[in-house]
């Protein structure tokens, strides 16, 4: 199994300011993947980040809000842009298993924005 | 659009006490299906997976879950629970085939008296 860790653990922020989030894997690994956890709701994911290439957004999320970058196979960034409170949320990247489509999760970053 | 639910938000029960919970999703097509668990303070993790074959799978920590394609529904169960699976528990559907695509329930937080 793949080791994941996230920068920062948890933030709080200001509107209209942005946040870079770290995520860093303990292997190489070809595919990662954001997702985001409003309260009360259900993980969705916001991107496909693939080393080498551009990251591939779900319906409802934008490159100029979300900007990733997956500069080598064990290490991306997920930057949440010009913050509302409504971005208030735990953000989770994750990486492939490489087995049955399995997820390995990161323990998240949980981001208050007032 | 594709949905997954998750009857049960909160779940209590005593140990020794059995367990299902609950899950239904909304695509017709050929499905992978997981459970996922995340203990307090610790990360997502995969619990069991179906793909194919015998539609009664065996996961860790004696949990299981049954495959319905009539109903739509793969339930998780437990015969005899204990304190140590207090956690989050989350159903997810992968219903593209060949991506690592997820939808995620909302989730049932359980808690077992000890």
């Known amino acids: 199994s793949a080791v994941i860790s996230q920068k920062p653990s948890r933030d709080i922020c200001q509107r209209g300011t942005s946040l870079t989030i770290q995520c860093q894997v303990d292997?190489?690994?070809?595919?990662m993947f954001w997702y985001r956890q409003q309260p009360g709701q259900s993980l969705t994911l916001i991107a496909t980040?693939?080393?080498?290439?551009?990251?591939?957004?779900e319906s409802g999320f934008v490159i100029d809000k979300f900007p990733i970058s997956r500069p080598n196979l064990t290490f991306s960034t997920l930057t949440v842009s010009n913050m509302s409170p409504e971005d208030s949320s735990i953000y989770l990247c994750s990486v492939e298993s490489g087995s049955d489509y399995e997820q390995y999760f990161g323990p998240g970053t949980r981001l208050t924005v007032t | 659009a594709q949905s997954v639910s998750q009857h049960n938000h909160h779940v209590i029960l005593s140990e020794a006490a059995s367990l299902e919970l609950g899950c239904n999703y909304s695509y017709g097509g050929t499905v992978n299906l997981f459970w996922y668990v995340q203990y307090p303070g610790q990360h997502l993790q995969l619990l069991l997976k179906?793909?194919?074959?015998?539609?009664l799978v065996k996961g860790i920590k004696g949990f299981e879950a049954e495959f319905i394609k009539s109903k739509f529904s793969f339930n998780l169960r437990k015969p005899s629970v204990q304190w140590s699976d207090t956690a989050e528990y989350f159903c997810a559907v992968n219903a593209e085939a060949g991506t690592y695509k997820y939808i995620f329930g909302t989730g049932t937080r359980l808690k077992v008296l000890a």
């Open positions: 980040a693939n080393q080498g290439s551009e990251a591939t957004y």
């Open positions: 179906y793909f194919s074959g015998d539609p």
């Open positions: 292997s190489q690994v070809t595919m």
